[in-house]
């Protein structure tokens, strides 16, 4: 059951999280409104709840072996190509987070965001997006025992 919850979690994430991303950099492309500001700034809460569920149902299913024992996919050049994806998506985000966490300080004292990062952040998010998609193929791929040797 408790795998089965896992499972189902894992890919609910990616659904909120490839959405949210790619909302976030639509909402930034071209002429920024503030109503566009709001938009990026919700999808930017929903894209940290996915990768809040996927770090965790996946940690979960990585080292209580729900699927496979933990040193499969420690040995599974896929899987770490796939983690590997992760860390990329993570360090891209630093510069995002920062913009973004100044933007939402800016709007809690009623003033305007400096807008001059919101086409870099549009880029980002859409580069995050393609590598999202990169992770689910890795990881259909490791999943079905491909990888291993
Ligand atoms: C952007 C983030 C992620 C995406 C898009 C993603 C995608 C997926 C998908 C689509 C599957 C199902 C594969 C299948 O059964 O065909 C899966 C399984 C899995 N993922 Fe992730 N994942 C992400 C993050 C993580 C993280 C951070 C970890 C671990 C730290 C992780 C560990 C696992 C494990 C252990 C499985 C089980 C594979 C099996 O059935 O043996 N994932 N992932």
């Not at 919850?5 to 503030?34: E, F, K, N, T």
């Not at 973004?100 to 004292?109: N, Q």
């Amino acid at each position: 059951m408790t795998r089965l919850a896992l499972a189902a979690l894992h890919l609910v994430a990616l659904g909120i999280g490839l959405g949210a991303v790619w909302a976030r950099s639509r909402a930034l492309r071209g002429d920024v409104q503030p109503a566009d500001i709001r938009r990026a700034l919700t999808a930017d809460t929903w894209w940290g709840v996915a990768a809040a569920l996927w770090l965790v149902t996946g940690l979960w299913r990585l080292l209580a072996g729900t699927e496979k024992p933990t040193e499969y996919y420690l040995s599974n050049h896929v899987f770490l190509l796939k983690m590997g994806l992760f860390v990329a998506i993570l360090l891209l985000e630093i510069g995002a987070m920062k913009t973004l966490t100044a933007w939402r300080r800016h709007l809690a004292r009623g003033e305007t965001p400096p807008l001059d990062r919101a086409r870099r952040i549009s880029t980002v998010s859409a580069i995050e997006a393609a590598l999202v998609v990169a992770m689910v193929g890795a990881a259909v791929i490791m999943a079905r025992g491909l990888g291993s040797h």
